[in-house]
């Protein structure tokens, strides 16, 4: 069974910086699709970024293009989410999430993505 652990999470005043990670164990595939998501108190999951494996491609959510960048750590099975210049309105509980054996062509279409983690609190003041 695909497992997705998230780490990283935190407070930070707006400006600050974090980075999340997501240990991915038992991928079948090399080519995936992995995407951070995010859901905020009283608001709808919202996708942030995704990322081919396969080629790196990537993919950003408008608000957070120019601050956030994903990446990926092949020989780790390893996606981050570098975050940087938060705003409070980046507070929000930040899921990693997975597609198998397949290139990020629906973007954040979340019923596509079957493999989820348990989340990481990211909490940024003002």
């Known amino acids: 069974q695909v497992q997705l652990v998230e780490s990283g999470g935190g407070s930070v005043q707006a400006g600050g910086s974090l980075r999340l990670s997501c240990a991915a164990s038992?991928?079948?595939?090399?080519?995936?699709?992995m995407a951070w998501f995010r859901q905020a108190p009283g608001k709808e999951r919202e996708g942030v970024a995704t990322?081919?494996?396969?080629?790196?491609?990537?993919f950003y959510a408008d608000s957070v293009k120019g601050r956030f960048t994903i990446s990926q750590d092949n020989a780790k099975n390893t996606v981050s989410l570098q975050m940087n210049s938060l705003e409070p309105e980046d507070s929000a509980v930040y899921y990693c999430?997975?597609?198998?054996?397949?290139?990020?062509?629906?973007?954040?279409?979340?019923?596509?993505?079957?493999?989820w983690g348990q989340g990481t609190q990211v909490t940024v003041s003002s």
């Open positions: 038992r991928l079948p595939y090399v080519n995936n699709c």
């Open positions: 990322i081919y494996t396969y080629r790196g491609n990537t």
């Open positions: 999430a997975a597609s198998l054996g397949r290139a990020c062509s629906d973007g954040f279409t979340q019923a596509r993505f079957a493999y």
